[in-house]
């Protein structure tokens, strides 16, 4: 997988976050061999949005958050699930967009028949709503409508169950 400025990438732990830059071969440094010996290795530059840090440790917390090794790199990417210059591209059902969750993503093309038959000129989610045989527009959004995204997976750990305190 190449990883190039403007992506959006989706990691397998749900972290979401965009490549601000990446520099191939940046620098030279050294990596902790075993507790007497170190290593030269080729450094990349890596800078994401978003919680930079926190993703990187989820994925091995001794790679260092901006400069890791081609072999710190192909680990990282190792656990990039999608890619893309558009978000849309990388949500997935159960996610949360603008605060309502993804029921549904329809690709360009797909159609939808109920009271009225939509044909999706474009890539869009559903979220939740009530009224089955018809969708409202506002619970349709296409890509440039995102504002704000939760996965699946940060609100399964974020979650406090009831009853599990006993």
Known sequence: MKLEVGMYIRTDKGFIAKVKEFKHHYT??????????????????????GNQCRLIESIDYSIPPCYPSDEELDEIKSHI???????????????????????????????????????FKEKTIEVCNDNYETIPHEALFINNEIETIVTKEQFEQMVYKVGDDK
């Open 28 to 49: 030279k440094g050294t990596r902790l061999v075993d507790d007497y010996s170190v290593k030269e290795v080729v450094e990349n530059y890596l800078s994401l949005d």
């Open 81 to 119: 699930l999608k890619a893309s210059y558009n978000i849309i591209d990388i949500l997935e059902e159960g996610d949360y967009v603008n605060g309502i969750e993804i029921i549904k993503i329809y690709e360009k093309g797909d159609s939808f028949t109920g009271n009225h038959n939509y044909i």
